[in-house]
């Protein structure tokens, strides 16, 4: 029997019932791909974000450690004094700006405009790329933070104490007096000297001369000072500043330049911790009656009375001295542009115009501290994750008071 061949109709109807098939896949796959796109993006930016809070919760957590301690009767002079580090002031006081993005940080910081002892301070969009700063100083926990009194009979490179136990080699250390605008920091060569319990200061660090003082006139003076504050050789003080740039990049800068000076590796400037960082913002939580207890939330500006901008907190330790906790806001944008659904000329937005953080906060005038940050209609393609967290500033908790 003669086999009947496939007519032009069915060729039809299969090629048909294929395109149809081949549609049908084709869009599964591109919305699985697109999902997957979606996805692998909003996950890098939890990632990017989580990370982020990793990192400022743990340097806020150590605020104030090896400094808050100094500010207990009788105040040894840390909070608020002119910070001198190195030789004829080669770290300290600046003779240029910080790198970027930190180069607009209070005013710009030199000679003239000096960074003063802190163990928080939030400089409000002074950001390369609009955020806030965040400084953050302290020391090891591990070097006590205890003050010690000098004892008089010192030099321009020696100090003599009670006792210095405790002390190592390439130990930093402040010195500091009571009403005497700078604080020196000094690096201990040698930790003892026999029979006189004597620290030897030289190194990279060592500070001879500052504008209001000397090292030889510290060391001659039973009012002064030595704080411990970490070890040069462990790299464990923390003097950072915190901020994002014009890239959208989480920048982290070391004040001491620990790497570049001490360690003789790499050069001054920021080093890149997370991208896609869009925004960066903080508020100071304050304690405002002097019990150790967060009572109100203020913006770092200097639109309250008192002002908190940071250039106020940073001469007025009083001040200082209320900041028990901060609130940090980040605004983290995933990588992948997304249609969502539309056509390259008319997509459709994947994130509403405006997102909003410190939602619901208020100042002790009950005016809220809400801000709202404005997408234009390139930004709303992609996905965005708002991360906003408190820290306790347990070192201040302590100096406050509290619990």
């Known amino acids: ?30 919305a699985t791909e697109n999902h997957k796109r979606t996805t692998t993006s909003t996950n890098d930016a939890q990632q990017t974000g989580s990370y982020g809070v990793y990192a400022l919760d743990k340097a806020l957590r150590g605020a104030g450690s090896g400094i808050a301690a100094s500010a207990f009767p009788p105040d040894v002079g840390v909070f608020g004094c002119k910070l001198n580090a190195g030789a004829a002031g080669a770290i300290f006081p600046r003779t240029t700006p910080f790198p970027k993005p930190f180069a607009g940080f209070i005013g710009g910081v030199s000679i003239a405009n000096p960074l003063l002892v802190a163990p928080v301070l939030i400089g409000q969009s002074q950001s390369l790329g609009g955020s806030d700063i965040i400084m953050v100083m302290g020391g090891s926990g591990s070097a006590g933070g205890v003050s010690r009194q000098i004892t008089g009979g010192g030099s321009a490179t020696t100090a003599t104490l009670d006792n210095t136990v405790g002390f190592a080699i390439n130990d930093l250390v402040l010195v500091s007096q009571s009403g005497v605008p700078d604080c020196l920091i000094e690096q201990v060569s040698a930790p003892f000297t026999p029979p006189t319990p004597t620290l030897n200061f030289g190194g990279i660090y060592s500070t001879a001369t500052a504008a209001s ?7 001659a003076n039973t009012s002064s000072y030595i704080t411990p504050i970490g070890n040069a050789a462990a790299n464990n003080i923390q003097f950072m500043l915190f901020g994002v740039d014009d890239n959208r990049t989480l920048y982290s800068y ?8 001490f360690g003789g590796v790499g050069t001054d400037s920021a080093q890149a911790l997370a991208d896609g960082v869009v925004q960066m913002n903080a508020l100071y939580g304050i304690d405002t009656t002097g019990d150790g207890k ?21 001469t007025h330790p009083t001040q200082m001295k209320q900041i028990v906790s901060v609130r940090v806001a980040l605004v983290v944008r995933g990588q992948y542009y997304d249609l969502n659904g539309g056509t390259a000329a008319v997509p459709i937005p994947a994130s509403p115009a405006t997102l909003t953080i410190f939602n619901g906060l208020v100042n002790s005038a009950g005016t809220s501290l809400a801000q709202n940050i404005v997408l234009n209609a390139t930004e709303r393609q992609f996905r965005y994750r708002v991360f906003e967290f408190t820290v306790p500033l347990r070192n201040m908790l302590i100096l406050a008071g509290g619990p």
């Open 294 to 314: 967060q009572d109100a939330w203020t913006a770092p500006d200097a639109t309250t009375v008192p002002a908190w901008d940071v250039n106020t907190v940073m």
């Open 254 to 261: 070391d004040l001491l330049q620990n790497l570049n000076a």
């Open 1 to 30: 029997m003669k086999q009947k061949g496939i007519t032009l109709v069915e060729l039809l109807v299969a090629m048909t019932i294929g395109l149809g098939i081949t549609l049908a896949v084709s869009s599964v796959l591109i």
């Open 213 to 219: 003082t000397t090292m030889a006139a510290l060391a």
